[in-house]
């Protein structure tokens, strides 16, 4: 393991939150999280304290109580140099810097590490915006993993993550490290990633408190915060550029579809870390040659990675529909491509895709009839959100509105235009956004502890 010395000042979370809310600071925690909640939630264009109080329930001389201390800990600058600007805009500053690393995973395993240092609004450092080489993976600030078990991925983590912050050295010398946040595909419930389909993990790991300790024992002592890669997509945006109060954000990758959820502005995540797990809804599934199938029966497929049969996720990915197009399961992205520029008029291509297509309408339908967002934002592949009707990739999005379109009081009664906003990812532009997003789950978790700061008051 890599026990190189790290130069920069690392400190932890509760620190930075006690020193927010705690003993002597001149306004609660409650107070102090919404005056959090709103200049993250405007990370992008800044935010002035008049507004702050408006879309709040606070006093405009508690808002300003809560600023000014935000100034003096050096969380939060207005430009005002020392003057009285009520109007000045508030923006983080750069004292704080956050880790952000997800893990890839492909066929059951996880194969690559992708990690950023970013500042609290979500911008990584120079260092990790340089122009990148296709296989330089030093410049892409990511890493093989050459060992798939729990422990090998662990040490690897650590090393990388020390990397990480050697290399941010050379941008943010005196800036303090407030956390390392991780991201991964699957069931994560308080800092634990329950038995993993998507690693080949057969049993619950407490990956958060595991790596925090692995990490302490060279020397570095960082708060870990661990996320599903999903979930954090949501925290991301809505720490950094929140679209609107209530959305969901769905993600469909290459072998997976997952969600996350905002209502009110705070990302839900459940009792069990449950919250937005869509590409497990049962959506449909073949009944094959059984005539005599009993009552509600499941079907005979397609199954699941996590064994059952007809999750949305079965259905609606581009491994999934390349496997119906196909019949190979020797998926390449390149070769997916090529398979949604054919012809519309390939009726058994398209069919592979409006198949994909109804199955993605049936799983939003569902999220619709139990959340009600006001925007679904959706992160696709280029492939799926084709705008030329004479290919096959057109019909994917052509079939999920179809499908919406059958529901009672969906299709009478909601603008989907103005409900879906659908996105082009490529699988690398959604690796990279999970480390950024992995990043701001730290953020996220300040303000959460701030929170807790008024409990203890």
């Not at 790991?205 to 002592?221: F, H, I, M, P, Y």
């Not at 064994?307 to 070769?335: H, S, W, Y």
Request: charged share 25%; proline share 4%.
């Amino acid at each position: 393991m890599d026990e190189t010395r790290v130069n920069m000042n690392v400190t932890t979370i509760a620190t930075v939150a006690e020193k927010i809310a705690g003993s002597g600071a001149p306004v609660g925690g409650t107070s102090q999280t919404e005056v959090l909640r709103q200049i993250a939630h405007h990370a992008s264009t800044g935010v002035p304290r008049g507004e702050i109080a408006a879309r709040s329930d606070l006093s405009t001389a508690t808002v300003s109580k809560a600023v000014a201390h935000l100034i003096e800990l050096d969380l939060v600058d207005d430009d005002a140099q020392g003057r009285r600007r009520p109007g000045a805009e508030l923006r983080w500053t750069s004292h704080y810097v956050q880790v952000g690393v997800t893990i890839c995973t492909r066929a059951g395993h996880a194969t690559e590490l992708i990690g950023t240092v970013t500042k609290l609004d979500g911008t990584p450092l120079p260092s990790f915006t340089a122009p990148r080489k296709a296989d330089d993976w030093e410049d892409w600030a990511r890493q093989p993993i050459t060992d798939t078990t729990y422990k090998g991925v662990l040490d690897q983590l650590c090393d990388f993550i020390r990397a990480l912050i050697r290399r941010a050295e050379t941008d943010a010398p005196n800036a303090e490290v407030l956390g390392c946040g991780v991201s991964v595909g699957g069931h994560v419930d308080k800092g634990v990633l329950h038995k993993s389909f998507n690693t080949g993990w057969d049993e619950d790991v407490n990956l958060q408190v595991d790596l925090a300790e692995t990490l302490k024992s060279v020397g570095l002592g960082l708060d870990v915060v661990l996320e599903n890669d999903v979930t954090s997509y949501a925290i991301h945006s809505n720490l950094t550029s929140r679209p609107t109060e209530n959305y969901a954000l769905i993600a469909v990758l290459r072998d997976g579809v997952g969600g996350g959820i905002v209502v009110d502005g705070i990302t839900r995540r459940g009792d069990h870390g449950l919250v937005a797990e869509i590409g497990h809804i049962y959506v449909g599934g073949a009944v094959g040659a059984s005539s005599d199938a009993p009552p509600m029966f499941r079907g005979n497929g397609p199954v699941c990675g996590c064994g059952n049969v007809g999750c949305l996720q079965a259905f609606a990915t581009p491994k999934a529909i390349f496997e119906t197009a196909r019949g190979m399961t020797d998926f390449k992205e390149r070769d997916f491509e090529e398979l949604a520029s054919q012809p519309y008029a390939d009726t058994e291509i398209r069919h592979a895709f409006r198949q994909a297509g109804t199955a993605l309408g049936r799983g939003l339908a569902s999220l619709i009839y139990l959340f009600d967002p006001k925007l679904i934002r959706l992160y696709l592949p280029p492939a799926l959100l084709i705008d030329n009707e004479f290919l096959t990739g057109y019909a994917y999005m052509e079939a999920a509105r179809e499908e919406l379109m059958r529901y009672p009081y969906i299709g009478g009664s909601i603008d989907l235009r103005s409900l879906l906003d659908a996105k082009k990812e490529t699988e690398d532009g959604l690796k990279e956004l999970a480390a950024k997003a992995a990043a701001t789950t730290v953020l996220g978790q300040l303000i959460l502890r701030v929170r807790e700061q008024s409990r203890t008051r």
